[in-house]
């Protein structure tokens, strides 16, 4: 049988076999980044394609379909998603941390940095995959994740498609936030909800894959398992504490230091490590409560009896607006300076 869910997921896949008898054709599987959607999706994909799924609806993984699946050849299986990802290994969360095992090429490379956005050249070239008869009269399927990648013109041109499906044709999507697509393709999709795991199953995989200070890292990614791996196995650990740092000492000389120091660390990672400390202060003013970062619960303690809670919301809506174009700033070094600043602010 081929079977490799995350412990946390049997219980959404029994729910997702109950859809089989009348199959929508194209299904949006969202939560939050990091708790192995695509892993889940590409699962369904498989079983989908198999010639004898087995009783709980997981493919055979020893048929001829499943064969090609594995090995990323399957003639009625297509995988969409940016550049970027190609090049990548995974470490879910999704995309690139979701345990993704490799990609089928579906635009030219070009000498560029690879893109993180999925482009319109990528959706058309579906077009001629969906034009062909499928093999042995059985299913197509198309994966693309993560849906917000889509750029407004790739957007447009899957909406045209979503509206008039070909037969035989499943679109599986994966998404990390509902509200950065399309009104009109989120209401050509069935939504799927995956749930974050509990935090006992969540320790429980970290602890097998032998992360040290796993609670530490579990809570700082709001739960997600992957994320929370991915970043223990990564060089960031001195980074996220001098951010951390900084945010505990807020004034304009550490904002201008910090900036300098850290303006080639990626910006929407900084948003992000920023956005969660906001929430924390937020939430300790008004519940007394911690989610992400309880080894600082000191300082937060005394900078939220400093700030007003009208601050703390524009904060946060602030950086909201940021998160929306960290990933293309005009000066990293700026950008940074001017979040920092901005934070300062609230305290001065």
Same mark, same amino acid.
């Given at each position: 049988?081929?079977?490799?869910?995350?412990?946390?997921?049997?219980?959404?896949?029994?729910?997702?076999?109950?859809?089989?008898?009348?199959?929508?054709?194209?299904?949006?599987?969202?939560?939050?980044?990091?708790?192995?959607?695509?892993?889940?999706?590409?699962?369904?994909?498989?079983?989908?394609?198999?010639?004898?799924?087995?009783?709980?609806?997981?493919?055979?993984?020893?048929?001829?379909?499943?064969?090609?699946?594995?090995?990323?050849?399957?003639?009625?299986?297509?995988?969409?998603?940016?550049?970027?990802?190609?090049?990548?290994?995974?470490?879910?969360?999704?995309?690139?941390?979701?345990?993704?095992?490799?990609?089928?090429?579906?635009?030219?490379?070009?000498?560029?940095?690879?893109?993180?956005?999925?482009?319109?050249?990528?959706?058309?070239?579906?077009?001629?995959?969906?034009?062909?008869?499928?093999?042995?009269?059985?299913?197509?399927?198309?994966?693309?994740?993560?849906?917000?990648?889509?750029?407004?013109?790739?957007?447009?041109?899957?909406?045209?498609?979503?509206?008039?499906?070909?037969?035989?044709?499943?679109?599986?999507?994966?998404?990390?936030?509902?509200?950065?697509?399309?009104?009109?393709?989120?209401?050509?999709?069935?939504?799927?909800?995956?749930?974050?795991?509990?935090?006992?199953?969540?320790?429980?995989?970290?602890?097998?894959? %032998?992360?040290?200070? =796993?609670?530490?890292?579990?809570?700082?990614?709001? #739960? @997600?398992? $992957?994320? +929370?791996?991915?970043? *223990?196995?990564?060089?960031?650990?001195?980074?996220?504490?001098?951010?951390?740092?900084?945010?505990?000492?807020?004034?304009?000389?550490?904002?201008?230091?910090?900036?300098?120091?850290?303006?080639?660390?990626?910006?929407?990672?900084?948003?992000?490590?920023?956005?969660?400390?906001?929430?924390?202060?937020?939430?300790?003013?008004?519940?007394?409560?911690?989610?992400?970062?309880?080894?600082? %619960?000191?300082?937060? =303690?005394?900078?939220?009896?400093?700030?007003?809670? #009208? @601050?703390? $919301?524009? +904060?946060?809506?602030? *950086?909201?607006?940021?998160?929306?174009?960290?990933?293309?700033?005009?000066?990293?070094?700026?950008?940074?300076?001017?979040?920092?600043?901005?934070?300062?602010?609230?305290?001065?």
């Amino acid at each position: 049988m081929s079977n490799s869910l995350f412990p946390w997921q049997d219980g959404v896949w029994q729910q997702l076999q109950q859809m089989r008898a009348r199959l929508p054709h194209a299904i949006l599987f969202h939560g939050a980044e990091g708790i192995g959607k695509t892993v889940f999706a590409e699962q369904f994909a498989q079983s989908l394609l198999c010639e004898q799924p087995q009783a709980d609806g997981h493919a055979c993984g020893v048929c001829g379909s499943c064969g090609w699946f594995m090995q990323y050849n399957h003639p009625d299986y297509r995988r969409v998603r940016p550049e970027i990802l190609d090049g990548e290994d995974a470490a879910e969360g999704d995309g690139a941390e979701d345990g993704d095992k490799g990609s089928t090429k579906s635009a030219a490379k070009s000498a560029k940095a690879p893109s993180k956005e999925i482009k319109i050249d990528q959706i058309r070239v579906l077009s001629g995959f969906m034009n062909i008869s499928t093999h042995r009269q059985g299913q197509r399927v198309v994966l693309l994740y993560p849906a917000e990648a889509l750029n407004t013109a790739a957007a447009n041109a899957l909406l045209k498609t979503l509206e008039e499906p070909p037969p035989n044709t499943v679109f599986l999507l994966s998404s990390n936030s509902l509200d950065r697509l399309l009104p009109t393709i989120l209401s050509r999709c069935r939504k799927f909800a995956m749930p974050l795991p509990s935090h006992q199953q969540a320790m429980a995989w970290l602890r097998q894959q %032998e992360v040290k200070d =796993a609670d530490v890292w579990l809570a700082e990614q709001g #739960g @997600a398992p $992957l994320t +929370a791996y991915a970043q *223990s196995q990564s060089e960031g650990r001195e980074l996220i504490d001098e951010f951390l740092q900084h945010l505990t000492k807020p004034g304009i000389d550490g904002a201008l230091k910090c900036a300098e120091h850290l303006q080639k660390t990626p910006v929407a990672e900084l948003v992000g490590w920023q956005q969660r400390w906001l929430y924390d202060l937020f939430s300790f003013k008004l519940s007394g409560t911690i989610r992400y970062y309880p080894r600082y %619960e000191k300082a937060l =303690a005394g900078l939220a009896a400093k700030v007003e809670t #009208g @601050a703390l $919301l524009r +904060a946060l809506k602030s *950086s909201n607006e940021r998160r929306a174009v960290a990933e293309h700033p005009l000066s990293a070094r700026l950008f940074i300076e001017e979040m920092l600043l901005d934070y300062a602010a609230m305290f001065a």
